[in-house]
């Protein structure tokens, strides 16, 4: 079984982005993937201090960020990776759909969306950034052998507590 912090469209908020990620790992993420739109350092930053595996990718705002690819582990799109025995579809903006993949993750939208169909998860984490919408918003993804499990978080930006909303899919 493995945990996953996955998040997106963190835009200039790095407060939000280290609020999501720490609650994430004090609920066992061992991963965090970021779906996009970092855009500042800071945020970066925050991925790399936060003592997990990451990879993220460029989202449409992150033009600025290309200098770090070197040092930040930020990838173009679609970016293919594994995880144990699990492969992964990562992008920011949600154009390359195609179920090649066992989880595609997306961003760009900031809404929560999930599915599974042809044997594959497809997750939008939402927005960190609480732009659209007066939430930040994350995932924890967790998969064992016969199931995903999706823990959805969200809360005000300046409250205390995370709302939960847990899915589940039959793999």
Sequence with gaps: ????????????????????????????????????????????????????????????????????QNDYNINQEPYYFKIEENSFKLMHIPMYLTPDTDIIISGHTHQFEHSYKNNTLYLNPGEICARNKNKTECVLLTIDKQKYIIDFYSKEPNGDAWDLKTIEYKR
């Design 1 to 68: 079984m493995i945990k996953l912090a996955i998040l997106s469209d963190s835009h200039r908020k790095p407060k939000l982005t280290k609020e999501a990620i720490d609650m994430l790992k004090s609920k066992g993420a061992k991963y965090i993937i970021h779906a996009g739109d970092l855009e500042i350092v800071e945020n970066l930053d925050i991925l790399k201090k936060s003592n997990l595996t990451y990879t993220s990718v460029f989202g449409n705002n992150d033009y600025n960020l290309i200098q770090y």
